[in-house]
């Protein structure tokens, strides 16, 4: 079955720092691929997404390309800031519509 | 996108009772979904909410427990029925209007005695 794995946090970064939080999924086909972020306190609010592969899904200053080859979707920031500090979710659209998580990814960012 | 709102968005109950959660979004969606958010986990897809027919559950899930109304476009709602303290979560409904991007509603935090 559909499946996605993210790297474990929590992640504690440095502002300005790079950030990579890892995403691997298992699938069949290709699905489409998304990043979610958690504030403390708050919904899931939609970052990025890409729908097909080599696709590259962008929003504030965040990154992910689609990769086939590797069935990654990896989340990239070059220069994080302390308002960043949130809870990442990568998720992929099975057929249907359902939405299938991986665990969370909690990122802290120090002044 | 769409503007998506939860009624409550926290409750504090006693076991053995029920309580029912509204989702409203302010156009016309063609799906809507209800997830769950266990404390420190990730989220579950409890059921697709379709309009005018019963919900369709997931693995895990059950109509007794868990039952969801659609009676339009706009509208939802999710009833936790004889809660226990392992029902304590955040549910979430999602909407989506083009087969591809789901929004989250706030979610509604819940948490039993």
């Known amino acids: 079955g559909n499946s996605v794995t993210q790297m474990e946090g929590p992640v504690t970064l440095s502002e300005e720092a790079f950030l990579t939080i890892n995403c691997t999924y298992t699938?069949?086909?290709?699905?489409?691929l998304f990043w979610y972020v958690q504030y403390p306190g708050e919904g899931l609010q939609l970052l990025l997404k890409?729908?097909?592969?080599?696709d590259k899904g962008s929003n504030k200053g965040f990154e992910a390309t689609y990769r086939k080859e590797t069935t990654s979707f990896h989340l990239e920031k070059g220069s994080v800031q302390v308002s960043d500090s949130a809870v990442y979710f990568c998720a992929l659209r099975s057929p249907g519509g359902k939405l299938i998580f991986g665990q969370g990814t909690e990122l802290s960012v120090k002044p | 996108s769409a503007v998506i709102s939860q009624k409550p968005s926290r409750d504090i109950c006693q076991r053995g009772t029920s309580l029912t959660i509204q989702c409203q979004v302010d156009s016309q969606v063609t799906m809507m979904f209800w997830y769950r958010q266990q404390p420190g986990q990730s989220l579950t897809l409890i059921a697709t909410?379709?309009?005018?027919?019963?919900?369709?559950?997931e693995s895990g899930f059950v109509i007794d427990k868990f039952p969801i109304s659609r009676p339009n476009l706009t509208f939802s709602t999710l009833t936790v029925s004889n809660m226990s303290p392992e029902d304590s979560s955040i549910y979430l409904c999602?909407?989506?209007?083009?087969?591809?991007?789901?929004?989250f509603g706030p979610g509604t935090r819940l948490l039993v005695l």
């Open positions: 909410a379709n309009q005018g027919s019963e919900a369709t559950y």
């Open positions: 699938a069949t086909g290709y699905p489409s």
């Open positions: 999602s909407v989506g209007r083009d087969q591809e991007t789901q929004y």
């Open positions: 890409a729908t097909k592969a080599d």
